[in-house]
């Protein structure tokens, strides 16, 4: 069977979301199934257009960026967009497995006959009310376009051949914003790869490649860099750490990276926080610290907490 993995975000993973499906990828691609990916060429996280990681095809979509004029309705217009590129490069497709309601909702709409497996893994409008900027006009876009966002998400719930959330939490968040009937959302809880993620001694060349001096603790982050991970709390916190023979290291990239970049810096803590970017190996990155840290205002389920556990 041809599988297509569908996510804004793949390789490198910017959050657990990304590991997640990079692994269930791999999995698919074990039991004889030909797995490709599609994506957005992001302007924040550089990749190209086409790609092999292991035994997975991955196609990148140009990033999608309308004009001024647009903007407010630009889910729609992503909408057709991700429709008719969908129906340019997908038709041999046998089933599609998305991580983003409009993917799921372009699949559905360009591929009727077709199944289509909707992974939610958060609510967009709340994920996007979070990231709200202060200024009059990014709320204006925001309230013009908050409709077009729940039609498109509960058209791909409703339509989807199967729903499934990672928790019970987020299963009762859509059922209720999105009068979903009981029934029709599942609830399919993640695990961890215990032979990739187990304890191991630190990389000693990994520390060095981080600048991790010998003796220092280390208090890690991992995941998306972006307003509901909550990490300038972390960063305010790590500044007060009487502790100075401690490293801070934040692991992910995103929008938030030069904010957070010039906020340890007005903190005074440059010297001893490190930015690694988003990894591939976090089994090795793991090991190397004393405590993990991710102090979110919202995790639908949180599966770098598992992966750190482990």
Same mark, same amino acid.
């Given at each position: 069977?041809?599988?297509?993995?569908?996510?804004?975000?793949?390789?490198? $993973?910017?959050?657990?979301?990304?590991?997640?499906? &990079?692994?269930?990828?791999? /999995?698919?691609?074990? &039991?004889?199934?030909?797995?490709?990916?599609?994506?957005?060429?992001?302007?924040?996280?550089?990749?190209?257009?086409?790609?092999?990681?292991? $035994?997975?095809?991955?196609?990148?979509?140009?990033?999608?960026?309308?004009?001024?004029?647009?903007?407010?309705?630009?889910? *729609?217009? /992503?909408?057709? /967009?991700?429709?008719?590129?969908?129906?340019?490069?997908?038709?041999?497709?046998?089933?599609?497995?998305?991580?983003? $309601?409009?993917?799921?909702?372009?699949?559905?709409?360009?591929?009727?006959?077709?199944?289509?497996?909707?992974?939610?893994? @958060?609510?967009?409008?709340?994920?996007?009310?979070?990231? !709200?900027?202060?200024?009059?006009?990014?709320?204006?876009? /925001?309230?013009?376009?908050?409709?077009? *966002?729940?039609?498109?998400?509960?058209?791909?719930? !409703?339509?989807?051949? &199967?729903?499934?959330?990672?928790?019970?939490?987020?299963?009762?968040?859509?059922?209720?914003?999105?009068?979903?009937?009981?029934?029709? *959302?599942?609830?399919?809880?993640?695990?961890?790869?215990?032979? &990739?993620?187990?304890?191991?001694?630190? @990389?000693?060349?990994?520390? @060095?490649?981080?600048?991790?001096?010998?003796?220092?603790?280390?208090? %890690?982050?991992?995941?998306?860099?972006?307003?509901?991970?909550?990490?300038?709390? %972390?960063?305010?916190?790590?500044?007060?750490?009487?502790?100075?023979?401690?490293?801070? %290291?934040?692991?992910? @990239?995103?929008?938030?990276?030069?904010? !957070?970049?010039?906020?340890?810096?007005?903190?005074?803590?440059?010297?001893?926080?490190?930015?690694?970017?988003?990894?591939?190996?976090?089994?090795?990155?793991?090991?190397?610290?004393?405590?993990?840290? !991710?102090?979110?205002?919202?995790?639908?389920?949180?599966?770098?907490? %598992?992966?750190?556990?482990?």
């Amino acid at each position: 069977m041809k599988l297509q993995l569908q996510y804004i975000y793949f390789n490198p $993973p910017a959050g657990g979301v990304e590991n997640y499906f &990079r692994e269930a990828g791999k /999995y698919f691609s074990r &039991r004889g199934n030909q797995v490709s990916v599609f994506c957005s060429q992001h302007p924040d996280l550089p990749a190209p257009a086409r790609e092999e990681s292991g $035994p997975l095809r991955i196609f990148r979509h140009p990033y999608y960026s309308p004009g001024r004029l647009i903007q407010p309705f630009k889910p *729609i217009a /992503y909408l057709r /967009y991700l429709k008719q590129t969908l129906r340019e490069t997908s038709g041999e497709i046998d089933l599609f497995i998305s991580r983003h $309601p409009y993917y799921a909702r372009a699949a559905q709409l360009a591929f009727p006959e077709k199944p289509v497996i909707f992974f939610p893994p @958060d609510l967009r409008t709340r994920r996007l009310r979070e990231q !709200l900027g202060g200024s009059l006009k990014d709320r204006a876009i /925001y309230y013009l376009a908050r409709p077009q *966002i729940d039609m498109i998400e509960r058209g791909a719930v !409703l339509s989807a051949d &199967r729903v499934i959330t990672l928790s019970s939490n987020l299963k009762r968040q859509f059922e209720l914003y999105h009068r979903i009937p009981p029934g029709r *959302i599942k609830v399919v809880p993640p695990g961890v790869d215990t032979g &990739r993620f187990h304890p191991r001694p630190p @990389d000693r060349q990994l520390s @060095d490649e981080f600048g991790i001096l010998p003796g220092e603790k280390v208090v %890690l982050s991992v995941g998306r860099l972006s307003p509901e991970k909550n990490l300038p709390l %972390l960063l305010r916190a790590f500044s007060l750490l009487e502790m100075k023979s401690a490293r801070l %290291l934040i692991v992910g @990239d995103g929008d938030g990276r030069k904010p !957070l970049e010039r906020m340890a810096g007005n903190l005074g803590i440059s010297p001893r926080v490190s930015f690694p970017g988003s990894r591939n190996d976090l089994e090795r990155i793991y090991p190397l610290a004393s405590v993990f840290v !991710l102090p979110s205002t919202e995790e639908p389920f949180g599966q770098v907490y %598992l992966e750190a556990m482990a």
